[in-house]
């Protein structure tokens, strides 16, 4: 009998394999937990930009999570893309289904090009149905905003932002500082566990090769959960994940190009 850690991703295809469950399933491996995905919508996608959304039927998402849910099991799992509110509910439903815990939302709604990758009218289904069975919620600064209704400009207003997410239901959140270049050459994501603040600190490295940043953290964060470790563990360990991912990224593509999915095991040693 097996023990590797399962984990799930549930979230939207990225044809260039940045973002999306694309770069979810890479990590997972390179973390050494066994990756399943349900997949939410397709998009078409390279370094450029989003060039079109295909949604698939909420049905389809939820099969796909019960089909993996009844025969191999899921330690942890995260959702990404999830586009629309018939989706959340029908994802919202299937966790609540299978008494999952160990949650990671990242509150995906826009990509770095602009593309709108949750529609409008799904923000408040993913804040009444999805939010409160977080465990940890992963939102960029201005998805941060728009759960929190306020304006973040410095660490207060994202400590406020943090209280207000979990005051809706988060257990834990974690505001990313990527989008916020106040900080020099430092980049600083804030842990908020329901009652103290934890800042996680990194180089900021210069390069428009940040492509899926956000899905990479919050898959590496998943990963680290089915293992069993605890959340401050688990987004220490992301945020030396992307650390790495970034600092040594591949150069591909002609726009936003992906991070190195394999730069965190070279870190630790690993073979290549
Ligand atoms: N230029 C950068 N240098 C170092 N780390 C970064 C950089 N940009 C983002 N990160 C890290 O990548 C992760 C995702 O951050 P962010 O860009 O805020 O989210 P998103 O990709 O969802 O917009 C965070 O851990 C953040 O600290
Ligand atoms: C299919 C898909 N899911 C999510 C994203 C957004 O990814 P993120 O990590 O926030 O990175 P950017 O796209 O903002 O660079 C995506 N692009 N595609």
Known sequence: MSTIPRALTIAGSDSGGGA?????????????????????????????????????????AAEQIDAVGSDLGVDALKTGMLFSAEIIQAVADRIRAFGWTKVVVDPVMIAKGGASLLLPEAVHALKKSLLPLAYIITPNIPEAETLSGMHIGNMEDRRNAAKRICSLGAKQVVIKGGHDDSGGDRVVDLLYDGSDFTELHGQRIFTKHTHGTGCTFSAAITAELAKGASSAQAVQTARDFIQAAIESHLGLGQGHGPTNHFAYRRLQGGVL
């Not at 399933?25 to 997949?39: C, D, H, P, R, W």
């Open 20 to 60: 999306g469950i694309q770069a979810d399933l890479k990590t997972f491996q390179e973390l050494n937990v066994y990756g399943m995905s349900a997949i939410t919508a397709i998009t078409v996608q390279n370094t450029l930009g989003v060039e079109n959304v295909y949604p698939l039927p909420p049905k389809a």
